[in-house]
């Protein structure tokens, strides 16, 4: 327990002068009696009164600051880690509201996951500590109320990027006038939008351009195809535990894409880390995708590799991973255990390639982990090319809102 260390004298001397005053008469005759107890040492006094309890004020605990942010976190990508982490740095406590499905139709067009599937992906966050589903794409004055009160949230945050309600007022308004709002800087080259964009692009070099080709979709196919990314080792250490395995640690290993990066990642992530104590994650890269499913990978290795960093199982991650687990690597990075899910979208027959898990095999170190979900990258993909039309259409409306806030941007410090 915790005391203040000025004034509680004088608190004494004023609170408690009968007390006191008997104490001090005391310690002056036992002061006055040492030479005829025969030298019975006696505590000094700051030391014998804080023990007594009567004097002293406990520190008040410092107050937790608990700090909300919301979204639709479609298409969960490392943008939206990202704003997260710098959500969770202004505050000791971050809560996430998660939009519901009907009002992110109402506002910005049909959403590509489900509300089980973005719940699992945010609460799969590092940086997360609690989730509100189905929040309001707007934050009205009841929610807000809702927040404050029920919740203890202290702020709120979002993006330096306009959230526009359909009508073209702020959704986040009534915060602001509240003084409870706060801003975080826009994590640039990626969007929920450019990555439908580029899933479209795909779909457009896959088939005829023809059936589905138009001015809009030949833009939006042109500007999509590039990432605007633009990795630095900050932004990776930010993403980073920054800690070592322990030198007895059970070391568990496994290895893929993670492209698009989703639900099913994180269930099988959360199974691999329950088999030891350090779970290392080993990251393809572009090419080594390509060769192995036969198209490129839609997010690039260092946007993987964030997507993988963000998530809360993994402690490390080995960015541009060998396609075979050698002896060398097993023994570089002290693997214990090998895991691999039964879901997977490479293709063995394009390559001809041996196993590339047959050492760990040798070894007695390969399990196989039963994927907890079926979903991969190609039906995510999948589910907006079967929706061709209404998400060209939606990202049409979001493409121009997204050039005009480019064009209007300014530097907004902030990491």
């Given at each position: 327990m915790e005391y203040e260390?000025?004034?509680?004298?004088?608190?004494?001397?004023?609170?408690?002068?009968?007390?006191?005053?008997?104490?001090?008469?005391?310690?002056a005759l036992?002061?006055?009696?040492?030479?005829?107890?025969?030298?019975?040492?006696?505590?000094?006094?700051?030391?014998?009164?804080?023990?007594?309890?009567?004097?002293?004020?406990?520190?008040?605990?410092?107050?937790?600051?608990?700090?909300?942010?919301?979204?639709?976190?479609?298409?969960?990508?490392?943008?939206?880690?990202?704003?997260?982490?710098?959500?969770?740095?202004?505050?000791?406590?971050?809560?996430?509201?998660?939009?519901s499905d009907e009002e992110i139709i109402a506002n910005k067009g049909p959403p590509v996951l489900s509300m089980e599937e973005r719940l699992a992906l945010v609460s799969g966050l590092k940086w997360v500590d609690q989730v509100i589903a189905n929040a309001p794409y707007?934050?009205?004055?009841?929610?807000?109320?809702?927040?404050?009160?029920?919740?203890?949230?202290?702020?709120?945050?979002?993006?330096?990027?306009?959230?526009?309600?359909?009508?073209?007022?702020?959704?986040?308004?009534?915060?602001?006038?509240?003084?409870?709002y706060k801003q975080i800087k826009r994590t640039e080259g990626v969007s929920s939008t450019d990555i439908?964009?580029?899933?479209?692009?795909?779909?457009?070099?896959?088939?005829?351009?023809?059936?589905?080709?138009?001015?809009?979709?030949?833009?939006?196919?042109?500007?999509?195809?590039?990432?605007?990314?633009l990795p630095t080792?900050?932004?990776?250490?930010?993403?980073?535990?920054?800690?070592?395995?322990?030198?007895?640690?059970?070391?568990?290993?496994?290895?893929?894409?993670?492209?698009?990066?989703?639900?099913?990642?994180?269930?099988?992530?959360?199974?691999?880390?329950?088999?030891?104590?350090?779970?290392?994650?080993?990251?393809?890269?572009?090419?080594?995708?390509s060769e192995h499913r036969g198209k490129h990978p839609i997010m690039h290795l260092h946007e993987r590799s964030l997507g993988v960093l963000g998530c809360r199982y993994v402690d490390e991650v080995i960015i541009g991973a060998p396609w075979e687990i050698t002896m060398d690597m097993i023994t570089t990075f002290n693997i214990s255990l090998v895991v691999h899910g039964t879901v997977s979208e490479y293709n063995s027959s394009l390559t001809g390639e041996s196993d590339p898990y047959s050492i760990p095999k040798s070894m007695g170190i390969f399990q196989v982990l039963e994927s907890p979900k079926d979903i991969t990258t190609t039906s995510v993909a999948q589910r907006i090319i079967a929706n061709h039309d209404a998400y060209l259409k939606r990202n049409a409306r979001k493409t121009a809102s997204e050039k005009k806030y480019y064009e209007q941007k300014k530097y907004v410090s902030g990491d």
């Amino acid at each position: 327990m915790e005391y203040e260390t000025n004034n509680w004298i004088w608190d004494g001397v004023y609170n408690h002068p009968h007390v006191f005053g008997g104490l001090m008469l005391t310690a002056a005759l036992l002061g006055l009696s040492t030479s005829y107890f025969g030298g019975i040492s006696v505590p000094q006094l700051p030391y014998l009164w804080p023990d007594s309890g009567i004097f002293h004020k406990k520190k008040s605990e410092k107050k937790r600051i608990r700090v909300y942010m919301d979204g639709c976190f479609d298409l969960m990508h490392y943008g939206h880690a990202n704003a997260l982490r710098q959500a969770k740095a202004l505050g000791d406590e971050l809560v996430v509201g998660v939009v519901s499905d009907e009002e992110i139709i109402a506002n910005k067009g049909p959403p590509v996951l489900s509300m089980e599937e973005r719940l699992a992906l945010v609460s799969g966050l590092k940086w997360v500590d609690q989730v509100i589903a189905n929040a309001p794409y707007e934050i009205t004055e009841q929610f807000m109320n809702k927040l404050f009160n029920e919740h203890k949230i202290d702020y709120i945050i979002h993006g330096d990027d306009p959230c526009l309600l359909p009508d073209g007022t702020d959704a986040y308004a009534l915060a602001k006038k509240a003084g409870r709002y706060k801003q975080i800087k826009r994590t640039e080259g990626v969007s929920s939008t450019d990555i439908v964009g580029r899933i479209l692009s795909s779909l457009k070099e896959t088939t005829d351009t023809s059936s589905h080709g138009d001015a809009c979709e030949e833009s939006q196919s042109k500007s999509a195809q590039l990432s605007q990314f633009l990795p630095t080792s900050r932004r990776i250490v930010q993403f980073s535990n920054g800690k070592a395995p322990g030198p007895n640690a059970r070391i568990v290993y496994i290895d893929g894409a993670f492209d698009l990066f989703h639900a099913g990642h994180v269930e099988i992530l959360k199974n691999a880390r329950q088999l030891g104590d350090f779970l290392l994650v080993g990251i393809h890269n572009d090419y080594t995708v390509s060769e192995h499913r036969g198209k490129h990978p839609i997010m690039h290795l260092h946007e993987r590799s964030l997507g993988v960093l963000g998530c809360r199982y993994v402690d490390e991650v080995i960015i541009g991973a060998p396609w075979e687990i050698t002896m060398d690597m097993i023994t570089t990075f002290n693997i214990s255990l090998v895991v691999h899910g039964t879901v997977s979208e490479y293709n063995s027959s394009l390559t001809g390639e041996s196993d590339p898990y047959s050492i760990p095999k040798s070894m007695g170190i390969f399990q196989v982990l039963e994927s907890p979900k079926d979903i991969t990258t190609t039906s995510v993909a999948q589910r907006i090319i079967a929706n061709h039309d209404a998400y060209l259409k939606r990202n049409a409306r979001k493409t121009a809102s997204e050039k005009k806030y480019y064009e209007q941007k300014k530097y907004v410090s902030g990491d």
